[in-house]
């Protein structure tokens, strides 16, 4: 089963990347080669989907520092952990694998993008593909001009990008709390 932050909040915003790739395909001409005057749909698919990334990226540590809290009683650590934790998460502005890899780390999660693999996709092949995605994010999103060219096969991939990173790191996590700290699986 998928974190709470995978359903509610990636797949939710990600729907709405989906819905600007869905009309830029009816907008199509038919013709084969680029399509004039549908770059900006393509673009905000870019900002969209990393939107989406980043809110859900937040929201898992948070659901994650909800399954570490300890039962009604002394907090000890915990109270210390969690204003720390959420101190980081309020920081946390650039979703890439750096920022995010830090930000787990702060939950005692070492390298969370170690576990960014699947079918023909390496961890380092991830977190490269990631960063150019950021990389574009950041040109459309401070007017960079003139604007980048953001082909539709690129923009049609991300959502499923974006879902196979958070499986991965939904994975990664339930294994950290399970495994590592023993805490009921938070999300089974």
Request: proline fraction near 2%; charged fraction near 15%; glycine fraction near 4%.
């Given at each position: 089963?998928?974190?709470?932050?995978?359903?509610?909040?990636?797949?939710?915003?990600?729907?709405?990347?989906?819905?600007?790739i869905e009309a830029h395909s009816r907008l199509r001409t038919g013709?084969?080669?680029?399509?004039?005057r549908l770059g900006a749909l393509?673009?905000?698919?870019?900002?969209?989907?990393v939107s989406a990334w980043e809110a859900y990226v937040e929201e898992v540590v948070k659901e994650s520092l909800?399954?570490?809290r300890p039962s009604p009683g002394p907090m000890g650590v915990w109270s210390s952990l969690n204003a720390s934790v959420r101190s980081e998460i309020g920081r946390f502005h650039t979703p890439d694998a750096h920022q995010v890899r830090?930000?787990?780390?702060?939950?005692?999660?070492?390298d969370v993008t170690a576990a960014w693999s699947w079918t023909n996709c390496t961890p380092q092949q991830a977190r490269n593909r990631l960063t150019e995605i950021l990389r574009q994010r950041q040109h459309i999103a401070h007017g960079v001009n003139p604007r980048p060219t953001i082909h539709n096969m690129t923009s049609s991939r991300l959502p499923a990008f974006f879902r196979n990173?958070?499986?991965c790191t939904d994975s990664a996590?339930?294994?950290?709390?399970?495994?590592?700290?023993?805490?009921?699986?938070p999300w089974p």
């Open positions: 089963m998928a974190s709470t932050a995978f359903i509610q909040h990636l797949a939710a915003l990600l729907a709405d990347a989906e819905e600007l013709r084969p080669g680029r399509q004039w393509n673009r905000a698919v870019v900002v969209m989907a909800a399954a570490i830090s930000l787990f780390a702060s939950l005692g999660l070492d990173l958070a499986r996590v339930r294994a950290y709390l399970v495994d590592v700290l023993g805490v009921a699986n």
